[in-house]
């Protein structure tokens, strides 16, 4: 008789944690600003895609209160299938205004635009070189295309153009990095 899922399960969980590997996501304890508190303590929250702290703003706070009246709660689905709303065609256009572009596309997540952004870009046939501590959503996005991935060495230029010239290709060449590394900070 094989291993029931359940087991498997148990044992995996077991294994994180004696690693150390276990994650328990933290609560918060009060609004998404730059300083917020979890499990008692105050911090600062350099973790949230609430950069700015407008989360919490009464002016979004408000907006977002006259959304929910006008048109409910929940995103309904992907937009390509179900449609779109008036006011992300509004604030697309806004940012496309404000960034002076022909038009702007809002995604949920960085994670999600990098694979959208990446997996658009590149073809079979392209090359993309990549800095080895780019973050997930990047690696997960290149790993989506067909084209070939080369690595360099973090932040190390020498080696990038040493790569660049080492490949030719009849398609793209892409250099992707990160503008801030968020593991470690590094620019």
Known sequence: MGLDLRTRVQAEL?????????????VLEAPQEP???????????LASNNYLGFANHPYLKER???YLERWGAGSGA???IAG????HLELEEALARFKGTESALVLQSGFTANQGV???LLQEGDLVFSDELNHASIIDGLRLTKATRLVFRHADVEHLEELLKAHD???LKLIVTDGVFSMDGDI
């Open 14 to 26: 077991e294994r994180l944690k004696r690693e150390g590997l276990y994650i328990r996501p933290r």
């Open 35 to 45: 300083v917020t508190r979890v499990e008692g303590r105050e911090v600062v929250n």
């Open 64 to 66: 977002a209160r006259q």
């Open 78 to 80: 992907v937009r390509t």
């Open 84 to 87: 779109t709303f008036p006011y």
């Open 118 to 120: 990446l997996g658009a």
């Open 169 to 171: 290709t009849d398609g």
